[in-house]
């Protein structure tokens, strides 16, 4: 029964993986921010931890009691938490770049380097990262969330690099839209954050807002978080784990696009995508 670490699971993809791994047999350390939502784990069979992302004490504790309960041996982690902040780029704060680098970025990175160490150890693993398709193209008004994502898949390439010559394995799963409370989460952190009746963007902001607020509408392409799951599984298990998972129409679509398109083409398109065009 191999050792495998889920973040970010209080719902959406993180907890449909969790539940899934369990379902395959593998002992799943299952991560969250809320007691409510850790207990909510527990009753589903699985062993929850506390996790914020954000708060570097709280990635070494993790870390630290995830070698206690499983004596060192962790095959797999599977980083999941994450959130998109909204907002044009020339409204967003220093700070809140920081805060979402800290939850999207740093605290993955910080975590995968307490593990690397266990992996070498016994010349195993897999490190898989919950990119996005928007670390491979861009939206406008998304640029935090962008970036961020850029980040990781950056990271994972170069740990790939780096880890050639291991059995330690890195990928990266690229989702388009899954139904998750993905873009609640963002609402929530657009209104913390941006002043969108001060922006030159304000009127782009009230087009953003009301679509964020509508409840019930499918976003076109739109998976369940199964799909995502089944990517995990496969990165999991196979002998030649891809480097690239894509997940959904739109992140096969785009990946190629960026390819062969110019520049100005996909910016285009890109603007007529986002409604900005």
């Known amino acids: 029964m191999k050792n495998i670490l889920v973040t970010g699971c209080s719902s959406g993809i993180g907890y ?12 799943v350390y299952a991560t969250a921010r809320n007691e409510d939502d850790l207990q909510r784990l527990r009753d589903k069979g699985l062993v929850a931890m506390p996790l914020d992302y954000a708060d570097p004490e709280s990635v070494d504790d993790l870390a630290n009691e995830l070698m206690l309960r499983t004596n060192n041996d962790i095959y797999a ?5 994450a959130y998109g902040q909204p907002g044009a780029v020339e409204d967003l704060s220093r700070a809140v770049i920081e805060e979402q680098f800290a939850s999207n970025v740093f605290g993955w990175i910080q975590l995968t ?21 928007l670390g491979l193209i861009s939206l406008p008004y998304r640029g935090a969330y962008n970036a961020s994502k850029y980040a990781i898949e950056g990271f994972a390439d170069t740990l790939r690099l780096e880890l050639m010559n291991t059995n330690i394995r890195v990928s990266l799963i690229e989702p388009g839209p899954i139904e998750s409370r993905f873009r609640a989460n963002g609402l929530i952190k657009f209104k913390q954050h941006i002043d969108t009746e001060g922006s030159f963007h304000h009127q782009q902001y009230k087009t953003q807002l009301a679509r964020l607020e509508e409840e019930g509408v499918a976003v076109p392409f739109t998976l369940p978080p199964e799909a995502v799951a089944k990517k995990v599984e496969h990165a999991l298990s196979s002998s030649r784990p891809r480097v690239h998972y894509y997940v959904t129409f739109p992140t096969y679509l785009f990946a190629t696009l960026k390819r062969i398109l110019p520049a100005s083409w996909l910016d285009r398109l890109l603007l ?3 409604g900005d065009k």
């Open 77 to 81: 982690v599977f980083h999941n938490g």
């Open 113 to 133: 380097n307490r593990l690397i160490p266990l992996m070498r150890h016994v010349n195993a693993g897999r490190i898989i990262f919950n990119s996005s398709v």
């Open 16 to 27: 449909c993986v969790a539940l899934r791994l369990k379902e395959r047999g593998y002992k």
């Open 272 to 274: 007529k995508v986002a």
